[in-house]
T-cell receptor, first 118, second 111 residues
Framework: AQTVTQSQPEMSVQEAETVTLSCTYD???????LFWYKQPPSRQMILVIR??????QNATENRFSVNFQKAAKSFSLKISDSQLGDAAMYFC???????????????FGKGTKLSVIP | KAGVTQTPRYLIKTRGQQVTLSCSPI?????VSWYQQTPGQGLQFLFE???????NKGNFPGRFSGRQFSNSRSEMNVSTLELGDSALYLC??????????FGEGSRLTVL
């Protein structure tokens, strides 16, 4: 079974600065997907960024980018020019491409609570 | 386009009761997944439905069940509630690109 570990329960960043959230995972599979989701307080979870394991190039979405190290099984999220609206819980998630019957099951880490200091 | 709608948003039950939660997907989305979110265990996969068929089930006891209707709306049921069932229950639907869209969740408190 796959596991996802986020070792930083809480982090804080000054507004306009850069912060990196860590995520490691354990799998014996060679092809899979990795995700970062954002869950603001009392609001719905939204996808921040997605990475396919077969792609060596790191995914980027505006101020959000990842550092994907497949051999090290590491998938960190970098947030540049942090904004107050970035304050939220961030979850790293794994999806196998070999889920049975086309299932789309995600395995989540425990999350990192990010605070943004004005 | 309306998002994923979950009802009720909040509910309080007592031990031994049963509860039914509802999820209405985004129009055109046929896959519905359910997750349980607790402070201790984090987000855990419950089950996934597609075209009224359960495609996958997480490691939860048989007290947790679900179903999907022909209009893709889904319900999950928890019978004989226990204190540990207190959680935020999230529903997610998937579009054709594979992106998941989550609802705001149903927060269940068991007393």
């Amino acid at each position: 079974a796959q596991t996802v570990t986020q070792s930083q329960p809480e982090m804080s960043v000054q507004e306009a600065e850069t912060v990196t959230l860590s995520c490691t995972y354990d799998t014996s599979e060679s092809d899979y997907y990795l995700f970062w989701y954002k869950q603001p307080p009392s609001r719905q979870m939204i996808l921040v960024i997605r990475q396919e394991a077969y792609k060596q190039q790191n995914a980027t979405e505006n101020r959000f980018s990842v550092n994907f190290q497949k051999a090290a099984k590491s998938f960190s999220l970098k947030i540049s020019d942090s904004q107050l609206g970035d304050a939220a819980m961030y979850f790293c998630a794994y999806r196998s491409t070999y889920s049975g019957a086309g299932s789309y099951q995600l395995t989540f880490g425990k999350g990192t609570k990010l605070s943004v200091i004005p | 386009k309306a998002g994923v709608t979950q009802t009720p948003r909040y509910l309080i039950k007592t031990r031994g009761q049963q509860v039914t939660l509802s999820c209405s997907p985004i129009s055109g989305h046929r896959s519905v997944s359910w997750y349980q979110q607790t402070p201790g265990q984090g987000l855990q996969f419950l089950f996934e439905y597609f075209s009224e068929t359960q495609r996958n089930k997480g490691n939860f006891p048989g007290r947790f069940s679900g179903r999907q209707f022909s209009n893709s709306r889904s319900e999950m049921n928890v019978s004989t509630l226990e204190l540990g069932d207190s959680a935020l229950y999230l529903c997610a639907t998937k579009d054709r690109t594979g992106e998941l869209f989550f609802g705001e969740g149903s927060r269940l408190t068991v007393l």
